[in-house]
């Protein structure tokens, strides 16, 4: 049995009542839950996938460009342009220490990439890439000042990671307009950054293409 | 036996040599996979969960406010302010026609909204909410002009939703910032928007609060 973190618990006016474990890999687990919730005083049945919390990285050069990697999606059968991503140990909690020290693990040995001096790590938040269904919940982590490391990548054999590059803000613009970029790791982050004004397009065409 | 949608196909270098169902409910199918990839030509396996795609909607009402609802999102035992969204039935294509109807019908049972004279419907593309793990694909659809529908919200009993409200582009900006929007589906329309130019902050302060 695995052991799991502790993000998830009864929040004001929730009680689960019953979790029952419907099937289990090593990957994933499904729930099947009985709950109240603020709404519904009635005990009610849902089924929750359960899998590790994850950190994804939008890691910045000191000349700004973004680094990504173009990996294999299997679920998918194509490969995706990414930001570096990867999963916090079940074991550990999801305290600022582990969150970070997984994305710069993630970084280098996905993408070979390390903090330079003077770099910058700031949290960014989690996203919840599918709260109807599973439990999953990314951390995003913006690295600012990110330089090639020593030692270069070390890919996970169960990883296919095909590239490396770094592409300027306004080739990250018109890989999001295109629909290139297209995973939640990405867009999320983008979609954070750009709240703080950090990234957008400023060119008002071509939408609808 | 659920009925699929064909969305995902052996793309160029792709070979799926077997499907085995380890799971299935009616939310969800657990697929053990055995595959080749471009970069893996000896077939390795995969856990795929199987998802029905989805859609979401950014609708904005003829002033330019955001149609968002609060939602129990029961996997984090928590209520989420988020677009309108929702599933495409499995025995339907994934044409603009059945996303648009999906998307549309979503805004009016959930949020009580409908395109008003005028309005407009555009695509912006698909994101892949977790792509290492499930196939599930969320079309998003940037409606303008919307206005409240004549019979008002029609909620499905199984899902509670707690409040509609229109939020402006500067509440949203703050609502991205704080992490009280948290959701891919809004948060990867907000991106795909950004790079169009449609959404955005240009106040650099704050980041990392």
């Known amino acids: ?42 005990a009610f049945e849902w089924t929750v996938c359960h ?30 342009w990414e930001f570096p991503a990867g999963q916090i140990e079940e074991s550990q909690g999801h305290d600022q220490e582990a969150i970070i020290a997984t994305g710069m693990r993630e970084l280098e040995e996905e993408a070979g990439y390390a903090l330079g001096q003077g770099g910058e790590v700031e949290s960014l938040h989690y996203y919840a890439s599918s709260p109807g269904f599973t439990d999953e919940h990314v951390y995003m982590l913006w690295v600012r000042g990110v330089v090639p490391a020593l030692g270069g990548s070390h890919q996970d054999p169960g990883e296919s990671i095909l590239e490396v590059r770094v592409f300027s803000g306004a080739e990250i613009v018109g890989m999001v307009r295109s629909g290139t970029i297209r995973d939640a790791n990405t867009l999320c982050c983008l979609a954070r950054l750009g709240a703080f004004g950090a990234w957008a397009s400023n060119d008002r065409t071509g939408i609808g293409e």
Do not use: C
């Open 1 to 42: 049995m695995t052991r799991f973190h502790q993000f998830v618990t009864d929040g004001e006016g929730w009680e689960t009542k019953r979790v029952e474990v419907s099937f289990e890999n090593p990957y994933l687990q499904i729930q099947k839950i009985q709950v109240t919730s603020p709404s519904r005083s009635e």
């Open 51 to 80: 899998r590790k919390g994850g950190v994804a990285v939008a890691a910045q050069t000191p000349e700004g460009g973004f680094v990504m990697i173009r990996q294999e999606r299997v679920p998918f059968r194509e490969s995706f």
